[in-house]
C-alpha cells in the first residue's frame, strides 16, 4: 500500500500480475480486492488500468462517488503520470515527444496495437535521465491513455523497452522493464493534489543502476 485516504488506495502493482481476471484463469489482483475495504461495506474498484507486465503506481476508488470523481479526472487529464522505462539502445535526443498515433489490431492470434496512420492521437513525453552502453534508463509522461503506449512509441523510436516479448525482444525470463513510477492526483480543489510515488521493482533495479539510478538517495 503507497497511500490510502477517504476516497483512494494507491497500490504498488507487481509485474506479471493481471488487473483483470482473463480467458486463462490466472491469478489477478481484482482477486484480492476484498481484503482492501478498510472497514467499508464494498471492496475497492479500479480507477484506470496498466498491462499485466507493467509494475508500479494503480489507483483504486474505495466508494461509487470516489470512482466517479476519479473517472472525470483520468477522462480529462487532469492526473500526471510518471512512468521509468529503461529500453535498449537509445531514443534520438536526450529529451522530445513521441506523437505517433496509434492503431490497435485484432487478428486470430491475438491483439496487438502499431504505429499507423488511421490510429487514435497518441502523445508521450520522454526525458533521458540516465544511460549505460547498449541501454538508457527514460522517464516517460504519456498524455494520451492508449493500450500499450509507451511500449509501441518507445519500439517505434528504435529503442524497445527491455522485456517487451510483444514489441521487441526478451531473454528466456526477463520481465518487462516498465514501471508506473509515480501519479499526482488533484482530488480536491482546497487542498494540494496527492502525489503518490512507487519505489523501483526488483527486476528493474539492476538496469537502473547500471544507468546511474542510487537508490540511496
Not at 486463462?24 to 479500479?46: K, T, V
Amino acid at each position: 500500500m503507497l497511500h490510502r485516504d477517504g476516497l483512494i488506495l494507491v497500490i504498488d502493482k507487481p509485474a506479471g500480475l493481471a488487473v483483470h481476471a482473463g480467458p486463462s484463469g490466472a491469478p489477478n489482483l481484482e482477486e484480492c480486492f476484498d481484503a482492501l475495504r478498510f472497514g467499508l461495506p464494498r471492496p475497492p474498484a479500479l480507477a484506470h488500468r496498466l498491462d499485466a507486465d507493467t509494475s508500479g503506481v494503480l489507483v483504486l476508488g474505495r466508494h461509487p462517488k470516489a470512482l466517479s470523481k476519479l473517472g472525470r479526472l483520468f477522462s480529462g487529464r487532469d492526473t500526471e503520470k510518471t512512468y521509468w522505462a529503461v529500453v535498449e539502445g537509445s531514443p534520438p535526443a536526450d529529451d522530445g515527444v513521441f506523437d505517433w498515433p496509434l492503431l490497435k489490431l485484432n487478428t486470430r492470434a491475438g491483439w496487438s496495437v502499431k504505429v499507423s496512420d488511421k490510429g487514435q492521437a497518441s502523445v508521450t513525453r520522454y526525458k533521458v535521465l540516465g544511460r549505460s552502453p547498449g541501454m538508457t534508463w527514460l522517464e516517460l509522461a504519456p498524455e494520451t491513455g492508449r493500450t500499450h503506449q509507451i511500449r509501441v512509441h518507445c519500439a517505434h523510436a528504435g529503442c524497445p523497452v527491455i522485456g517487451d516479448r510483444l514489441y521487441g525482444t526478451a531473454a528466456p525470463g526477463e520481465q518487462l522493464h516498465l514501471q508506473s513510477h509515480a501519479i499526482v492526483l488533484p482530488l480536491s480543489k482546497n487542498k494540494l493534489p496527492v502525489r503518490v510515488e512507487a519505489p523501483p521493482p526488483p527486476h528493474m533495479l539492476k538496469a537502473l543502476e547500471m544507468c546511474g539510478f542510487n537508490p540511496e538517495r
